[in-house]
């Protein structure tokens, strides 16, 4: 087995963020605390991944913080993906671009979000 694999099978996404300049070492540890809570439970909803009461309210209050922006948040990743990359003989970045369009009369078309002015 190749280092790399090795190196991957130890990695977890908080890894990523524990370098996080966020103004306060108070706020990048709630951010480390966040992450490792939502990567162990990527399916749950914010009260089922934060059960207790004094981190759910954790959450809330930091990401309605207003010294905090969503780059602040996602510069640590995209650095440490970057590196990760630049380590491999070959990255492939994939995304679906796909659409669906579907018949339903205007009145079933409430919840659906609008893609366009035309298009939901």
């Known amino acids: 087995m190749s280092e790399d694999i090795d190196e991957w099978d130890a990695y977890s996404p908080e890894d990523d963020v ?3 300049d966020l103004g306060d070492e ?3 540890k709630r951010y480390v605390a966040i992450v490792e809570a939502l990567s162990h439970r990527p399916d749950a909803s914010v009260p089922e991944a934060f059960e207790d009461e004094a981190s759910r309210q954790g959450y809330y209050r930091f ?3 207003p010294s905090i922006a969503y780059e ?3 510069e640590p990743h995209y650095e440490a993906t970057r590196q990760r990359a630049e380590r491999l003989d070959t990255v492939l970045c994939i995304h ?3 659409q669906f369009a579907f018949p339903l009369p205007d009145e079933k078309r409430d919840d659906l979000s609008r893609l366009s002015s035309n298009r939901q």
């Open 96 to 98: 679906d671009t796909t």
């Open 26 to 28: 108070r706020r990048t």
């Open 72 to 74: 602040d948040l996602l």
């Open 63 to 65: 990401m309605r913080h």
């Open 18 to 20: 524990c370098d996080a």
